[in-house]
């Protein structure tokens, strides 16, 4: 790319097919800004401008799926700048990791989402593990029971701005988990009523 006022800029996009292991894409993109103060009053980004994009998803085997993406900005108006259909999309790309397995009456759920651009604020989840009961029923009964729990620790990362003080960073762990037991019924072949009975339950560790 080439633009009068900025300068010229460059990178390649990458796509891989990994058969059985899925897909991958690889984006990079450097440009030396020739005037990084334009239409940027409040915030004045680096001469020096780049980004890298990793997405991967793959479904190995039968029920089991991975999807990442890794997103690294230079600055926080890159794509504002350059790539205003990205941005009008996603403003603020996250980098995470996301494993899923799924069984016949429940589904495991793993994901971990990390801080690499320090100018956006982030709850990084290190990780979150969450276990999903499907609705079943319970054993020959009329009765369905559904449950849903987590356990994860969590890390809230302010964005580091000039103003911002920093220190304000802090961290938990969380357990928290959901039962519920419901009785479906069906009268005059068309009225649904679903009684139900549940509770929840949540702990959280000590903030550091």
Same mark, same amino acid.
């Given at each position: 790319d080439y633009?009068?006022?900025?300068g010229a800029a460059g990178g390649?996009?990458?796509n891989l097919h990994l058969g059985q292991w899925g897909e991958a894409a690889l984006k990079y993109y450097y440009l030396h800004d020739k005037d990084p103060n334009y239409d940027n009053p409040a915030v004045v980004p680096p001469a020096n401008r780049q980004l890298?994009?990793?997405g991967y998803n793959a479904t190995p085997y039968t029920n089991l799926n991975f999807n990442a993406q890794v997103n690294y900005l230079s600055d926080s108006l890159i794509l504002?700048?350059?790539f205003q259909g990205a941005y009008r999309q996603n403003p603020q790309p996250s980098t995470f990791l996301?494993?899923?397995?799924?069984?016949d009456n429940f589904s495991v759920d793993v994901l971990t989402v990390v801080q690499i651009n320090d100018f956006f604020e982030t709850v990084e989840r290190l990780p979150d #593990?969450?276990?999903t009961g499907f609705r079943q029923q319970v054993f020959d009964t009329p009765l369905y029971y559904e449950s849903k729990s987590s356990i994860g620790y969590y890390n809230r990362e302010f964005a580091v701005t000039n103003g911002v003080p920093t220190g304000l960073d802090y961290a938990a762990g969380r357990f928290d988990?959901?039962?519920q037991v419901t009785l479906p019924q069906t009268f005059f072949g068309w009225l649904n009523v679903i009684p139900? #009975?549940?509770?929840?339950?949540?702990?959280?560790?000590?903030?550091t």
């Open positions: 633009r009068t006022s900025r390649a996009d990458l890298f994009g990793l504002h700048d350059f996301e494993i899923n397995r799924l069984f #593990v969450q276990l988990t959901y039962h139900r #009975v549940g509770g929840r339950w949540s702990y959280y560790g000590e903030e």
